[in-house]
């Protein structure tokens, strides 16, 4: 059963549920990038410093996933 707000003519129930499903790896891809960028403690010296610091973790979370991603299709082992 699957509860929404959205109005019955844009999406049939069978194409509101395929929507719904891609909500999963969606979220996954978000708790891997929070886990990789490790955010801990932000400097709070002004908003500039604090803004680059967050752009430089992302930087690093999107570069490894690539990375990562890079190595399964080279490795032989998959």
Do not use: I, N
């Not at 929070?34 to 680059?52: E, L, N, T, W």
């Amino acid at each position: 059963m699957l509860f929404t707000t959205v109005p019955t003519p844009p999406f049939s129930a069978t194409e509101g549920r395929a929507w719904y499903r891609l909500r999963g790896p969606v979220e996954l891809v978000f708790k891997r990038f929070k886990s990789r960028a490790q955010r801990g403690h932000r400097p709070k010296f002004d908003d500039q410093s604090a803004k680059a610091w967050l752009y430089g973790k992302r930087l690093v979370a999107l570069l490894t996933e690539k990375m990562v991603r890079h190595a399964r299709t080279l490795s032989p082992w998959g």
